[in-house]
């Protein structure tokens, strides 16, 4: 069965530091990988996907990026911490058949990020 | 762009109370609708689904109806349980670009 791994599951770290949560993914292979962010008040927004190894699309500009250096591996990082970066990440997988995926996410159980 | 607007919370109802959350949606082409929860303490799960217009997608009592005239996808639950407590999520699948875009969530408590 497949499962996917989030860490850490919590961060407190200071502004201007840097940032690295980890994704990987058992069980399946080519999936296309997500990461959102969860503000308070604000639902789930979408802040980078792939659909391949060292395919990445970002879909807010901001200080993070993403990178996917193996086929289950997703790691979303930043060189400076935002107060505004604060926030709880959850990473994603979806299947794919034919080539493409149904839209049906399986996710992780998320990593809380608090930046003082 | 392709966007999903849903019902505000929180919504807060009596046990055995009639649901709906509502969910309008704007896209191109012909998207995917999901309906996702986040029960508390939990990662985020798909409670329902929907590919095309007229489809009705179903699971745990819950229901919602592709309605692509009025670009809905409006959740439904005849008989709601303490149980039902959580986050409700619509989602919208862009097939072009492979990518899932949320609502913002609705917290929906019931009260025994």
């Known amino acids: 069965s497949q499962t996917i791994h989030q860490w850490p599951a919590t961060l407190v770290q200071p502004v201007g530091s840097p940032l690295s949560l980890e994704c990987t993914v058992e069980?399946?292979?080519?999936?296309?990988l997500y990461w959102y962010r969860q503000a308070a008040g604000r639902g789930l927004q979408l802040l980078f996907y792939s659909v391949g190894i060292g395919q990445i699309s970002s879909e807010v500009p901001q200080n993070l990026s993403a990178s996917r250096p193996q086929d289950r591996q997703f790691i979303l990082s930043s060189k400076k911490l935002l107060l505004s970066d604060s926030g709880f990440y959850l990473c994603?997988?979806?299947?794919?058949?034919?080539?493409?995926?149904?839209?049906?996410?399986?996710f992780g159980e998320g990593s809380r990020l608090t930046v003082l | 762009g392709n966007s999903v607007t849903q019902m505000e919370g929180p919504v807060t109802l009596s046990e055995e109370a009639f649901l709906t959350i509502n969910c309008t949606y704007t896209a191109t082409g012909y998207p995917s609708l999901f309906w996702y929860v986040q029960y508390p303490g939990e990662g985020l799960q798909l409670l329902l689904k929907a590919t095309k217009a007229d489809d009705k997608g179903s699971n745990k009592g819950f229901e919602a109806t592709y309605r692509k005239e009025t670009t809905s996808f409006h959740l439904e639950k005849g008989s709601v349980q303490v149980s039902d407590s959580a986050v409700y999520f619509c989602a919208l699948f862009w097939r072009g670009a492979q990518k899932l875009v949320f609502g913002q969530g609705t917290r929906l408590t019931i009260n025994p």
């Open positions: 069980g399946t292979s080519n999936p296309n």
């Open positions: 994603a997988w979806s299947v794919l058949a034919q080539g493409a995926t149904s839209g049906e996410l399986f």
